[in-house]
């Protein structure tokens, strides 16, 4: 098993993505000056008091149960700006009254059973890298709450005629990999959080991965899932495909822990590509070069990993990139080419059989350059393959400076999406504006489809001091309105949670509520499992 | 709108696809004589007396209202085998005590809502080409069930930008195909049932095409969905991806009108293809063309149509080909290649840009050859396509005959592939044997998938006169059962309708149906929704 992360913030606690002066110097020219936010250390976290379990759920935890303060603070939150806020700070409002890790499904099953009997609730806890409120430890009217932590379920069997696996739900991403890896193998699946998130995480929340248009989104991965609810276990049938009724398969998928446990996960792999070739180009404007990306995705022709930038990203993150480790030729071969004024950087790239991935760039590149969109070369792919999970680095970092730094992301269809690309930038901008803390606003595109793509925004500010929590929420609510108003998506890949079950309604409608609380209340009677999630109160 | 087919068969009341002497030579050979089945004349077709329905319901549907004979007639089955027979014969058990056929999607959810509360069943009627019973017009508890027919809802509205078009549910597949190829596009959807069945039906079934690979399954292409349900109208979000929770669009997708009526489809279409190309390829035997196909699949390279014979289908459709209407050509190819003792058919079809379609083949016909699989050229590829909706017809004949023919179709991951097409195979000839009725059992691989395939298996025999019924429940029984105890699906894409309902504890398990049934508890909570499909007897 992988280590453990830093409990206070992103990743290996032995790695740091320092920012240089010149870069910090940019940000305080820009954004003026923040003030620095100090850590606490570990044994200084506060969090309400431990609430005794009921005997019948100490019994199913068994040697499995762990109730100390690390234990805890590890489950308490996830990783969006307002849980590393508090992490930092050091007071969580919040904790699993204990965590409890069971040794098998079986065992599993009989936790949620005796949870439900007795009044626990039950959150479902895999790499804790939720940014929308996934796994806060919220008890809703029951008496105590647990974090079910996959972390022993990590089994890995594969079926090589069928090119399926069954992974156990508490593999990390980079465990699963290795485990195929071994028999020549990928799930080519690699979210921003691949480092840390698992795939019971990747199936709960219908996560989608830097290469989805090669591989497939998590949710297309998917051909069979084990679920233990209060009612009992859930199991959907491993085959090629079934037109036997609604697919139950998908419900089970973004479900977010709150029908049940995911303890199994069956999914299509491939045979581990021979060549990965990434690269740069450039597009004059963010419209033109989305432009390019629907000829790409409509004409069959995009690559495993399609990312454009817009003008502002493209902007900041040569400017960080100088400083902060990433290769200085980026910058170069940018310079060299920028006769154009501005310009937004977009990363394609290809994996496969060396002759599969060759053919196909042709293609791509045919497509790229009839859209008016410039080769870079190979240096820019390399530097954004070589640091693409390098951006919750980055965020502690600016956290330690003092900065407000949060990311957010929808999708819509090509009809409508340079209107919500606008709409959402603007909602932040002002949003910030009218904190008093103007900031930078940034986005790209990251995931396409031939109808449609996905939008991702980040977005740093200076925080406000003692009011860190407040200015969260109206930038938040302030974009998710903004989506809403525009009929994007409430998210494209971070899920639900409890930051976005408010937009539920606007999401599905308030018929789309009652099928799903339907759904919940007849496998989760008791309202045990991840209280507070997907749906919004009733 | 397309003409109305046979009320008594299947397709155009013009089109006949007579078997020569030969052909009819060769069956009775094989089969023994069959007794040839008369046919009454439409006033001959006797129903239960239509009860009366309540004002509401009346005053809902207006001038859509149809109580003609005929009218009943035409929405008391759907086309199975005993669905063939009973008509023809002339004795229907149940018919629908009147039809609506609404002139909008706010008449279909007052119609709904007004049965709801009055207690009437509504049966959702599309095409009426249902093969599981998926329209029976069964009352259940209620004092009278219509038939909601959609033919009016034939709108289709294209975005070109996006690339999707929202679709009437009523538009048959002909009509969806013309109104898109009027603005260069297609949907690419070619079940056998096109020339009849409707959108909403593919949607609501689950339905795939001839060219799944190529274009997609049906589910796969729907974006949005809108259902009108008696609890009222949902309707999920039309945006390019979405991790927000449960997939709804999914349940709806399938749902088979037991949770309400589908009232609008949009899906995702294509650029109408320069080229289409199709060609007949032989395999030595089955399992090596099925090999040969998931070398394919697994590739990447698989055609957009891919369909193998097994050895009985190939030696069959031969036999009956040269008399059939089928070019002679196909068999003469056949033939001088037929050094190899018998053999299995292959189809494999490419559509698109010209340039593309080569460069696909040429990838296609290479991984053909290595593994062992020789080219016929395209003249087989041209008689499939000429004929590639003419099965129903022949079924007719083969009616009139006598004989009793009937198609089952299931799937499952390559590991266990040839374990199914053993079992079920062995299942039907077994029971066909039993019936004291020996018959012909073929099979074809039409729908590949990276991690399996479906098996689609027809069977035909002499009927036993006077216990049809019986002799198709004994043979599907069987059938089904071996499908069940090998792990295959009940449906890879005929649906579950009435048939499957008792297989699906089997499919889903008990959980599973529970969480079904909640969702209809909740979205129909008269239950008045398709009785007596989906779901088995609580």
């Known amino acids: ?19 240089g002066e010149d870069a910090r110097a940019t940000l305080e020219a820009e954004l003026g000056a923040a003030e620095p936010s100090a850590r606490v250390e570990l044994e200084e976290v506060t969090m309400p008091e431990a609430r005794a379990l009921p005997d019948a759920v100490t019994r199913a935890a068994a040697e499995a149960l762990l109730t100390g303060h690390e234990d805890r603070v590890r489950r308490a939150t996830g990783k969006s700006y307002p849980d590393l806020f508090r992490t930092r700070s050091g007071r969580l409002d919040a904790a699993p009254d204990a965590v409890v890790t069971p040794r098998s499904a079986a065992q599993v099953l009989a936790v949620v059973e005796a949870s439900a009997a007795s009044g626990v609730a039950v959150v479902p806890f895999g790499g804790g890298t939720s940014v929308v409120g996934g796994v806060d430890p919220i008890r809703g009217p029951h008496d105590a709450a647990i974090a079910l932590d996959l972390q022993s379920l990590r089994h890995c069997e594969v079926d090589h005629t069928s090119l399926t696996a069954r992974l156990g739900p508490g593999l990390r991403g980079p465990e699963a990999e290795a485990a195929l890896l071994a028999e020549g193998l990928t799930l080519g699946h690699y979210p ?9 995480g990747f199936a709960a929340t219908r996560s989608a991965g830097q290469a989805s248009a090669g591989y497939g989104r998590f949710d297309e991965l998917v051909t069979a899932i084990e679920l233990m609810s209060p009612a009992g276990r859930l199991a959907t049938l491993e085959t090629a495909h079934t037109a036997a009724g ?26 581990a590509p021979a060549v990965t070739r990434y690269e740069g180009w450039i597009a004059a404007d963010f419209e033109s070069g989305a ?37 200085r030729s980026l910058l170069d071969s940018y310079l060299r080419l920028r006769r154009r004024t501005g310009g937004c950087m977009m990363i394609v790239g290809w994996e496969g059989e060396a002759e599969d991935v060759e053919r196909r760039r042709a293609l791509s590149s045919r497509t790229l350059r009839s859209a008016g969109v410039v080769r870079l070369g190979g240096a820019p792919g390399r530097a954004w393959s070589h640091g693409r999970f390098d951006g919750p680095y980055l965020r502690d970092e600016l956290l330690d400076l003092g900065y407000f730094v949060e990311t957010m992301e929808t999708s819509h269809t090509w009809s409508r999406y340079q209107d919500l690309y606008g709409a959402v930038g603007d909602a932040l901008r002002d949003a910030l ?11 790209h ?11 991702y925004f980040t977005f740093v500010a200076p925080r406000r001091a003692g009011a860190e929590i407040e200015q969260w929420g109206a930038v938040k609510t302030a974009a998710c309105q903004a989506i809403v108003a525009t009929g994007g998506t409430i998210t494209h890949h971070h899920a639900v949670g409890r930051d976005h079950a408010p937009y539920m309604p606007a999401e ?15 496998l989760d009677p008791a309202g045990i499992m991840n209280p507070g999630k997907l749906l919004p109160d009733a």
Chains 1, 2 share one sequence.
């Open 1 to 19: 098993m992988t280590e453990p992360m830093k409990w206070w913030g992103w990743g290996d606690p032995e790695k740091r993505l320092e920012l």
């Open 192 to 200: 921003q959080s691949f480092e840390y998130a698992t795939v019971g």
């Open 246 to 271: 609604p697919a139950l398969r998908e419900l089970i998928v973004g479900s977010e822990g709150t029908l049940g446990v995911i303890t199994d996960v069956t999914v299509r792999v491939r045979r």
């Open 291 to 327: 432009e390019a990306v629907r000829a790409l995705a409509q004409s069959g022709r995009l690559p495993d990993v399609t990312r454009l930038s817009d003008e502002e990203e493209t902007r900041v993150s040569l400017a960080l990139s100088s400083t902060a480790g990433l290769k």
């Open 433 to 443: 504006q009218g904190q008093g803390t103007p900031g930078l606003v940034w986005c």
């Open 445 to 455: 595109l990251s995931h396409a489809y031939r109808d449609g793509a996905s939008l």
């Open 508 to 522: 599905v409608g308030d018929v789309g509520v009652e099928a799903l609380r339907a759904l919940k209340e007849r």
